[in-house]
């Protein structure tokens, strides 16, 4: 056995900063995107960062999906449980991400590319709404060589969660993981992510998902990958049921499929079983609200930290939807300090 330290969770996808301003209908329209939407730059895109950091008194914050997650879940479990792989670029938004990690007690083993500069998401914040629009850059850059150098750590990890973003970046890596995780029966979590996910990387998408133990996503990235695998409907309990029935590798665990919707009930089905079940989130008053960015992240890191604690179906579920109500009452994808204890709280 190695002597490399051992990690409850180890988490792979892309790290970005998050530069997050206020915007306006005007301001969408500008650069032709939507009120709550997750998209990839394009080059008519490249001036809104400047656009929010120059003219939106824009805060930069660390970001990336399945790296809030892994935030989220560190913040609930002991010190050094959970390890965060990405890569980034040599500059001062590399920085910035590091000191967050460290804050939040979270392990990264980055790749840094020498050429590239670190990733960015532009967050354009309506109301309770935000579109992102991301410029991978160095996050884009990802090697699986990078894993294979630092497979030690993989072999000490208790579980894998990788973000569908990453599905843009390495496959190859995503693949490593899964291969791994069913040959020593770990579980592997994967989300969806964004709607176009399950539109326009479909291929690779269906390449790892024999290997789901855990699917997670949202009602908008459900009914995207209904569409795009011609399931003809939009019932999130039956595109639940679906994915949760797919062809699975690791015949040891049943597969799992979280799919949450916002302020409505998070849908959860379970292979073989015929009762999909919903489970009503926590309260909070809309004046409480901050901001919605990485709430999906962060439930994603509680369900999942309550997964590495062995905990039941439903108490996995009560997790993330408790630290989701945390994030929502701050600013972007953080959690509150001093850390808060997980407990139980009223469902509407």
């Not at 770990?186 to 539109?199: D, G, N, R, V």
């Not at 797919?246 to 409505?264: F, H, M, S, W, Y």
């Amino acid at each position: 056995m190695s002597t490399e330290q051992q990690y409850e969770l180890l988490c792979l996808e892309n790290p970005l900063l998050d530069i997050q301003g206020q915007g306006d209908e005007a301001l969408l329209n500008q650069y032709g995107l939507k009120a709550n939407d997750a998209i990839l730059a394009e080059e008519k895109h490249l001036s809104l960062f400047e656009e929010l950091i120059q003219n939106r008194s824009a805060k930069l914050l660390a970001g990336g999906a399945a790296q809030n997650t892994a935030r989220g879940a560190q913040y609930i479990l002991s010190p050094n449980s959970v390890v965060f792989f990405g890569c980034v670029g040599k500059d001062k938004y590399a920085d910035i991400l590091q000191e967050a990690n460290k804050e939040a007690g979270l392990a990264v083993r980055y790749r840094y590319d020498e050429e590239t500069p670190t990733g960015r998401c532009g967050v354009i914040i309506t109301g309770h709404n935000r579109s992102m629009c991301t410029d991978l850059a160095a996050a884009n850059k990802y090697k699986i060589e990078h894993l294979k150098e630092n497979w030690s750590v993989v072999e000490n990890s208790k579980a894998y969660f990788v973000g569908g973003y990453h599905l843009t970046v390495s496959v190859p890596s995503i693949l490593a993981l899964a291969e791994e995780a069913a040959k020593k029966n770990k579980p592997f979590i994967l989300s969806l992510s964004a709607p176009f996910i399950p539109q326009f990387f479909k291929d690779p998408l269906d390449q790892t998902a024999p290997y789901w133990d855990y699917v997670i996503g949202n009602e908008t990235e459900a009914t995207s990958y209904a569409d795009s695998h011609d399931l003809n409907t939009h019932d999130i309990s039956a595109i639940a049921k679906a994915l949760a029935n797919l062809p699975k590798e690791n015949k040891q665990r049943k597969r799992v499929a979280i799919i949450t919707q916002g302020t409505d009930p998070t849908i959860v089905a379970v292979q073989g079983e015929d009762e999909v079940k919903s489970y009503p989130v926590h309260k909070i008053d809309k004046s409480e609200i901050v901001d919605t960015t990485g709430a999906g992240d962060a439930f994603a890191g509680g369900f999942f930290a309550g997964v590495a604690q062995g905990k039941s179906l439903e108490t996995c579920v009560d997790m993330g939807q408790w630290l989701a109500a945390l994030s929502l009452r701050e600013l972007g994808p953080q959690y509150p300090f001093p850390k808060q204890a997980y407990a139980t709280l009223p469902v509407n």
